[in-house]
């Protein structure tokens, strides 16, 4: 990963965002049927209806290590971890789902689970399920407001893939206060936020889009010992007005990555005495591999990547499984 330089305040500037308004002081973003979009901005306290959000519950419903005294965005963030950690070891199944899960449900004064709502981003019912059915397993307690009983309304949410079983804002935090980080200790983290990038539309917005870029922008000047073949003829007909380098590259690290976690082969790309650079066939194969990704990922419109005409051709070949002759001859 030495071969390049990541420029990730440029990419996230450069690719249009999405509007987000402002939620109000005291105020959160509530799943609502009853709303036009399905979600509706409410107040942490909904005296009337007798509903407390967790943000200023006094004891929340369920097994938690937060201290006591925190501010709001401290008990949202502690919560909203302790919560997912209980989820997880429920999950039945392994998931194969690859991007976001949003949760959001009540406990009731008797510790009971009511409007319970799973959204996966993309949709997914069988994810939503294994979610909803691991959520009904886990133990709750009435939550408390001061010293009276009272409904509590809860949120968490899930990122996929993750070996580490938690958010990427969560491990790149972590990884950046590591006084002296090994590679090895972080690869896997790299790989899945590598898969997370090319299994969802650019969103440059997005809390876990941005941390994925982070992690990996993280090791980009440092010695991971698989380098990544930039130059070739297709890297230099990409456009980097949408970024399409910077994908490129990432596509050849996660191909990279891919051989060596799960088929334990290793493809440097060091040069190798008495071979031309280009012509080595670690170069080629990553190379290819990483086209592969990178062309199956822009040639969906949803993901919001611009495809170039010179692109195009290659688009094309590899349509007609022809993407090799393309590259190299």
Not at 191 to 216: H, L, Q, R, V
Not at 239 to 262: E, V
Request: glycine share 4%; hydrophobic share 30%; aromatic share 12%.
């Amino acid at each position: 990963m030495k071969k390049y330089k990541l420029n990730i305040l440029t990419f996230l500037l450069l690719i249009p965002s999405f509007a987000i308004g402002q939620i109000p002081k005291g105020h959160f973003l509530d799943a609502d049927k009853t709303a036009e979009r399905g979600y509706k901005v409410k107040p942490f306290k909904q005296e009337k209806e007798g509903i407390y959000h967790y943000a200023v519950l006094t004891e929340l419903p369920f097994e938690n290590n937060c201290e006591s005294g925190l501010s709001e965005k401290e008990q949202i963030a502690c919560s909203e971890k302790n919560l997912r950690n209980l989820i997880y070891p429920k999950l039945t199944s392994k998931l194969n789902f690859k991007g976001n899960v949003y949760v959001y449900l009540t406990i009731t004064e008797d510790a009971q689970i009511t409007d319970l709502t799973v959204n996966s981003y993309p949709n997914s019912e069988s994810t939503n399920d294994l979610i909803e059915e691991a959520i009904k397993t886990v133990e709750f307690k009435p939550g408390k407001f001061e010293n009276e009983i009272v409904k509590s309304r809860l949120w968490t949410s899930f990122t996929f893939p993750s070996s580490s079983k938690e958010l990427f804002s969560e491990s790149f935090e972590k990884m950046e206060q590591d006084e002296n980080p090994e590679y090895k200790n972080y690869e896997n983290l790299i790989f899945d936020a590598c898969n997370y990038i090319f299994s969802n539309p650019i969103y440059p917005n997005g809390t876990e889009f941005i941390a994925a870029n982070k992690i990996i922008g993280f090791w980009k000047n440092r010695d991971t010992g698989l380098n990544i073949p930039i130059g070739s003829d297709f890297y230099k007909v990409l456009t980097n007005q949408n970024q399409q380098q910077y994908l490129y590259m990432i596509a050849m690290m996660n191909y990279s990555l891919d051989q060596k976690i799960n088929y334990n082969r290793i493809l440097e790309c060091k040069p190798k005495e008495g071979q031309k650079y280009s012509e080595q066939e670690d170069v080629k194969e990553v190379q290819l591999g990483g086209a592969k990704i990178l062309l199956e990922f822009i040639g969906n419109e949803k993901n919001n990547v611009p495809m170039s005409s010179k692109t195009e051709k290659y688009y094309k070949a590899y349509e007609k499984n022809k993407l090799d002759k393309e590259l190299f001859e």
